[in-house]
């Protein structure tokens, strides 16, 4: 038994513990899930470090030691090991930017189990191995989503949660019966031996319509247009601590499902779906942006800009290298992290402001500095401005798409690139640096000041993925080595699953 | 079995997509719940044709069984609909008795109004 099962049952212990023993919210609860947090960010590094000594190689792990097509894995290799890490550092920042958010008092009973519950869920899509048990984590994941998104919305917010839902019912739908289609053709649901068949199978027909099934279900739940309206509507009603978490967590389970099924599941000869892809990913990144730019409060730009990000790590994938495979996954730890950190920075000037919406604000450049300094910081990576950390991730992207002769897609890169900065600098402008609203702006008491640290804190992991570019483009470098290689990967699996899988 | 079926999947589809784009909460509520239905019904047709074949429980039956896999799988995703549906349920519920209309386009107008 090794420790592989971890990062799916703590939180899902700490949600019952949570919600059973401590019931209402108080200092003692407040302690247990932080500490508890912290100890689930600390088994993923530990995860990460014995993933990264074997070069990548995956760990496995079979539930209750049932065999091959009988029992379910878990499997962790190098980006599975990357993204929990990230995760759980977010949901720590992200419960801990909650607690100066709300007061106890004021706190929904339910908040921080559900929020749990979603961590248990994203960390369990990272590291199955089996077609349905991701399905199962998948809703395990959006049921708490769900309910985190209506349990504190307001009588006027709470319709955005419909389409949010509807959207996501119809893609669970969708995936069960992709699900069921796998099964039927490939008469087994482990991702190995999908992979297995699969490749068996070649350029058939119906592994094609079972890919594309796939890729609508993941395609909703990352955002990719034309199926990402659902997304800039409903974030916008979130808390921000809610709002960091989601954004940087949510739309990016599903660039890693598309990753993992392109790579490591399905055979690499699909070029009809990854050019189809691409042109899905130019048009994602430009109308996402265009519906930033049109927007006039801080949650409702950063939503749509989730979205055009998303952009990016698709055209990644799309060009379908293994440099690009790199640097999409570069690409995504640079992103969770700015993308949490401008939102909890949004979140500290609404304190400041008591509002976020840009008429509103103002004056927060002369009333914290820090702050300015760090949304400055974070929004010129966003926008990719050397040496930040977006710089590196976009100059990767850019390069792999001129070697492929990709020039359209890449000039629509820049276009949006450019189009990201003038919407940060709307907000920059409005929030930052115009003489304060009328009610003035408010003196920084304990919490805000907490907050700032808090946002503080991640602005220095950012930068610390700007300025040390290299070890981390190595890390993705390793990692996207280990996804492509399905040889690999189905090794460790059968060695595991025993003599009954090898067939 | 497996022709009767099919259509009956088909069929549960089509009456789910035409529910889920009408205006009113209530159609799309029911448009959902055979959405949920068709696909688990799709889930359960993948263990093939029952004919010739037992039950698959332990019994004297000489045949062999069906495949029970997509039949545990079914249950689950049965459990996971079924809470949806109560969810969907209450929220539009909650939103009829916030905006006192179950007309989505009406909704979503007043809103567009509001800005």
């Known amino acids: 038994m090794n420790s592989l099962i971890w990062p799916f049952l703590l939180p899902i212990l700490t949600a019952l513990a949570c919600s059973l023993a401590f019931g209402l919210p108080g200092v003692g609860r407040r302690v247990f899930v932080a500490l508890s947090a912290a100890a689930q960010f600390v088994l993923a590094l530990f995860l990460a470090v014995r993933t990264f000594q074997g070069e990548g190689v995956p760990l496995v792990l079979n539930i209750g030691g049932w065999s091959a097509s009988l029992g379910i894995v878990l499997v962790l290799d190098g980006l599975a ?22 007061p106890v008092r004021f706190e929904q009973p339910l908040r921080l189990p559900l929020m749990q519950l979603l961590v248990a869920g994203i960390n369990l899509t990272f590291l199955t191995g089996d077609l349905f048990n991701l399905f199962v984590a998948f809703e395990i ?32 739908a969708l995936f069960l019966s992709a699900a069921g289609l796998a099964y039927a053709l490939f008469g087994t649901l482990n991702m190995a031996h999908i992979a297995v068949r699969a490749a068996e199978m070649g350029d058939a027909f119906s592994v094609k319509l079972v890919v594309v099934l796939l890729l609508v279900v993941f395609g909703i739940k990352a955002g990719i247009f034309p199926l990402y309206y659902w997304l800039p509507n409903s974030y916008p009603i979130l808390s921000f601590s ?9 739309t990016k389970v599903g660039v890693y499902v598309i990753l993992r099924m392109l790579c490591t599941v399905f055979p690499h000869t699909l070029d009809g779906i990854y050019g189809m892809l691409s042109w899905l990913a130019g048009l994602t990144m430009l109308l996402a942006v265009l519906g930033a730019l049109s ?33 999409c996954i570069f690409y ?23 509002s976020d919406s840009l008429a509103r604000m103002g004056g927060l450049a002369a009333a914290s500095p820090w702050l300015a300094a760090l949304f400055l910081l974070q929004a010129l990576s966003l926008a990719g401005i050397p040496p930040l950390s977006g710089f590196w991730g976009k100059y990767l992207i850019f390069a792999t798409g001129l070697e492929g002769g990709r020039y359209w897609l890449v000039g629509a890169a820049v276009l949006a690139s450019i189009l990201t900065l003038i919407s940060m600098l709307k907000i920059w ?9 009328e009610g003035g702006v408010s003196k920084p008491t304990p919490p805000i000041r907490a907050m700032t640290v808090l946002a503080g804190v991640m602005t220095c992991v950012s930068l610390g993925i700007g300025f040390g570019a290299e070890p981390v483009f190595r890390l993705s470098r390793v990692a996207a080595e280990s996804l492509m290689n399905q040889s690999q990967y189905q090794e460790a699996v059968f060695s595991r699953l025993g003599k009954e899988a090898g067939q | 079995m497996q022709i009767e079926t099919a ?28 959405l949920t239905n068709a696909a688990n019904l799709f889930m359960l047709a993948m263990s093939g044709s029952p004919e010739g074949r037992s039950a698959p429980i332990i019994n004297d039956s000489p045949l062999p069984s069906v495949d029970p896999l997509p039949q545990a799988l079914v249950l689950t995703a049965i459990v996971i609909g079924f809470g949806l549906t109560v969810y969907l349920i209450m929220l539009l519920y909650r939103i009829f008795l916030d905006a006192r209309t179950t007309d989505s386009e009406s909704l979503f107008k007043s809103e567009a109004g509001d800005e």
Not at chain 2, 11 to 18: C, E, K, N, P, S
Request: with cysteine; proline share 3%.
């Open chain 1, 295 to 327: 927007r006039d409060f801080i949650r409702g730009i950063l939503s749509f800009h989730i979205v055009s990000q998303i952009g990016y790590m698709v055209l990644a994938i799309a060009f379908f290298t293994p440099l690009a495979i790199a640097a």
């Open chain 2, 7 to 34: 259509l009956l999947v088909a069929f549960l589809f089509g009456i789910a997509t035409y529910l889920i784009l009408q205006k009113s909460f209530v159609r799309i509520l029911f448009g959902f719940v055979a």
């Open chain 1, 141 to 172: 994941m959006l049921v708490a989503s769900y309910a985190l998104l209506t349990l504190e919305a307001n009588d006027q917010d709470i319709k955005e949660a419909f389409p949010y839902l509807a959207v996501n019912i119809f893609g669970s």
């Open chain 1, 242 to 250: 809610l709002g960091a978490f989601y954004s940087g967590l949510l």
């Open chain 1, 332 to 354: 995504v730890i640079h992103h969770i992290i700015v993308k949490s950190s401008l939102y909890l920075i949004g979140g500290t000037g609404l304190f400041y402001n008591r």
């Open chain 1, 81 to 102: 090991a990357i993204m929990l890490c990230l995760a759980t550092f977010i949901s720590l920042i992200c419960i801990l930017f909650s607690y100066a958010e709300t």
């Open chain 1, 429 to 437: 402008l409005a929030a930052f640096w115009q003489p304060a609203p």
